[in-house]
């Protein structure tokens, strides 16, 4: 199976903060790559699909790249409602899909 | 209001059986893949399982192949996820996904979830 790998695995930061996630693969997974957030208590939100396509509604401080084994989910100017958990997957179509172990994310 | 609902969830024996159901309002999966994926207390995320737009077509996890089995009935809009052989490891909330993008084929990540269901797996 391929194996994502996620750092950091804490990360904390001020508002207006540019933050980045960095997510890798154990082999090429192209662009088959998703980010979510997951805040306590509550379902996990896609927010990035393709490496770099934003969701539907989700706001554009988020924003994906990468290609290959390396990605990163990038917040262009850290907000308050932003503290949660984040995740990479990768969900290419003739494998199991899996999930990087998660990044937290606290305000300063 | 679109909406996924997971049922289905409860305590039982290691080495029992639970039936988890998923139903759609509002949200049309008939035309997409869905998965289950589950999430330990207290811990990530992991995918168990999907299953194509007919139920011709599915994919598991290694830690659940020939324990689990996933299903739907599309004309109900439900899913299914039959699991036997739980092991204490098997303790999650479960949760019900749509794959996005209708109509197509496998390998896309999941747009809308349910709200979970709770299965605890202890003697």
């Known amino acids: 199976d391929i194996q994502m790998t996620q750092s950091p695995s804490t990360l904390s930061a001020s508002i207006g903060d540019r933050v980045t996630i960095t997510c890798r693969a154990s082999?090429?997974?192209?662009?088959?790559l998703a980010w979510y957030q997951q805040k306590p208590g509550k379902v996990p939100k896609l927010l990035i699909y393709e490496a770099s396509y934003l969701q539907s509604g989700v706001p554009s401080r988020f924003g994906g790249g990468g290609s290959g084994t390396e990605f990163t989910l990038t917040i262009s100017s850290l907000q308050p409602d932003d503290s949660a958990t984040y995740f990479c997957q990768q969900y290419t179509a003739h494998s199991p899909y899996t999930f990087g172990q998660g990044t937290k994310l606290e305000i300063k | 209001e679109m909406e996924l609902v997971e049922f289905g969830g409860g305590l039982v024996q290691p080495g029992g059986s639970l039936r988890l159901s998923c139903a759609g309002s509002g949200i049309t999966f008939s035309t997409y893949w869905m998965s289950w994926v589950r999430q330990a207390p207290g811990k990530g995320l992991e995918w168990v399982a999907n299953i194509n737009q007919d139920g011709t077509d599915k994919y598991y996890v290694d830690s659940v192949r020939g324990r689990f089995t996933i299903s739907r009935n599309t004309a109900e809009n439900s899913l299914y996820l039959q699991m036997d052989s739980l092991r204490v490891e098997d303790t999650a909330i479960y949760y019900c996904?749509?794959?996005?993008?209708?109509?197509?084929?496998?390998?896309?990540?999941?747009?809308?979830w349910g709200q979970g269901t709770v299965v605890t797996v202890s003697s």
């Open positions: 082999q090429s997974i192209s662009v088959w």
């Open positions: 996904a749509r794959d996005r993008g209708s109509g197509g084929s496998r390998g896309q990540p999941h747009d809308y």
